[in-house]
């Protein structure tokens, strides 16, 4: 439709500005994605520390209050004294960082352990070394091969509960 002044009166945009919005919005997409992914694995990492901290918490008041650590293997369930300082929901759920909560006395020492053998079938296994790794420094010594917090074959990460060594901030 033609104005008065014989221009044509379309008021929309041409496929040129459609386009270049386009393309600036898909640039600062691409621009952005490392940022989130990387805030994102940085938050499942936080995410475990805490939850190795609430667990080495919960089985130390017990420990206290009981005169030692639970004995035996707790995989699914956890036994009811230990449930009072542990809730069923955090344990049974899968990890931010992939596998499943297990604990187990080994030769007198107090393991809790994430492995991905007990996995749903179609979930991810562990996450990668580098993540355990950055727990390590932040919970222990910073070496995935000694202290108290290790892992074993990309497997499974074993924590010791009872090493006094680890959680050295936690007084």
């Known amino acids: 439709m033609r104005t008065r002044s014989g221009k044509s009166?379309?008021?929309g945009f041409t496929?040129?500005?459609?386009?270049i919005v386009a393309s600036i919005?898909?640039?600062?997409?691409?621009?952005?994605l490392p940022s989130f992914m990387t805030a994102r694995r940085l938050s499942k990492i936080q995410v475990m520390v805490n939850e190795f901290r609430v667990i080495h918490d919960a089985l130390n008041m017990y420990a206290?209050?009981?005169n030692g650590f639970p004995t035996g293997f707790i995989l699914e369930n956890i036994p009811q004294p230990v449930s009072t300082y542990l809730s069923h929901a955090r344990w049974q759920k899968p990890t931010?960082?992939?596998?499943?909560?297990?604990y187990a006395e080994v030769w007198n020492t107090h393991l809790l352990?994430?492995?991905?053998?007990?996995?749903d079938p179609g979930k991810s296994p562990l996450?990668?070394?580098a993540d355990w790794l950055e727990i390590d420094e932040a919970i222990d010594d910073g070496d995935l091969s000694t202290g108290g917090f290790r892992l074993v074959g990309n497997v499974?990460?074993?924590y010791s509960v009872d090493n006094e060594s680890v959680f050295p901030n936690a007084l």
């Open 15 to 19: 496929l040129l500005e459609v386009t």
């Open 156 to 158: 499974q990460v074993q």
């Open 25 to 32: 919005i898909g640039l600062m997409t691409v621009m952005a």
């Open 113 to 119: 352990i994430i492995d991905d053998f007990n996995v």
């Open 64 to 66: 206290m209050d009981n």
């Open 96 to 102: 931010a960082l992939g596998g499943r909560w297990l």
């Open 9 to 11: 009166s379309n008021s």
């Open 127 to 129: 996450a990668p070394a």
